[in-house]
DNA sequence: ACATTAGTTTGATAATTCCAGAGATATGAA
DNA sequence: TTCATATCTCTGGAATTATCAAACTAATGT
């Protein structure tokens, strides 16, 4: 990831509305949920919430679809675990085990290291 | 760590200067840089890298203390580390290999990732 | 065709953030 | 003390961001 996308990254999350918003779609996994259901849950004003899902859009943090008169928003895993790789990588030092302790196992365990299409570099 | 900090720290970083600044900081270590030397290096005014400075203190990501006439200023790996925790708690659902694949197994090891001078890659 | 439902876009206003200049403060040297 | 160095604070204006009412667009049902 490069640094101007993870800025875009991290200004959408650094908002109380928007970090509401993409922790609610994180939750409901894959599937998502239709905007008027975040609008609901989170009690926005449909303009508001319309503002505020095109910032985590642009920043690729969701995705959309439309299913009959509802969009569908779901959260983007991927750009997610890119952010925290660049901020791993690069935040860090180079010494991922000083600022991700907190880490569970299961991060590391076999099987589900990867799948990313991209190498990745550990910076100097 | 408390959304309010998560959302603090995210927006300290979400900003180029600033992200170059904390950057350029994790890559001295704990024993830091003066604020005249990143202003150097960065080609800062010293009020704008004062202004960054104060916000990066505020969001609890860099300490400082003064030595002499400078002061030194240096990466915060426990606020760093905090928010990586909270962005993979609550921004990966539950299911942190999900978002968090990206971490060199190393991570997870004993030791040794880190001290390389040179650019390495990490196999997917 | 018309009404209904679901979202978006527009636009005005308020709040916040960015950053350079001028001046203030703290430390050390002569 | 006086001077030079290093950094900070205060200030203010420009730029950006947040909010939400009103108007608009798209899809569906009658």
């Known amino acids: 990831?490069?640094?101007?996308?993870?800025?875009?990254?991290?200004?959408?999350?650094?908002?109380?509305?928007?970090?509401?918003?993409?922790?609610?779609?994180?939750?409901?996994?894959?599937?998502?949920?239709?905007?008027?259901?975040i609008a609901a849950r989170l009690r926005l004003p449909a303009p508001t919430l319309?503002?505020?899902?095109?910032?985590?859009?642009?920043?690729?943090l969701v995705t959309s679809h439309r299913r009959s008169r509802s969009i569908i928003y779901a959260a983007n895993y991927q750009t997610m675990g890119d952010l925290l790789g660049y901020l791993t990588q690069n935040c860090?030092?180079?010494?991922?085990?000083?600022?991700?302790?907190?880490?569970?196992?299961?991060?590391?365990?076999?099987?589900?290291?990867l799948a990313s299409k991209h190498k990745r570099r550990v910076s100097p």
């Open 50 to 60: 319309s503002f505020h899902l095109n910032q985590l859009r642009f920043a690729g």
């Open 92 to 113: 860090c030092g180079g010494r991922p085990e000083l600022c991700a302790p907190v880490l569970p196992a299961a991060a590391c365990g076999p099987g589900q290291l």
């Open 1 to 37: 990831m490069k640094q101007i996308s993870a800025i875009r990254a991290l200004g959408a999350l650094a908002q109380e509305t928007r970090l509401d918003i993409f922790r609610l779609l994180v939750q409901h996994g894959p599937e998502g949920l239709a905007a008027g259901e």
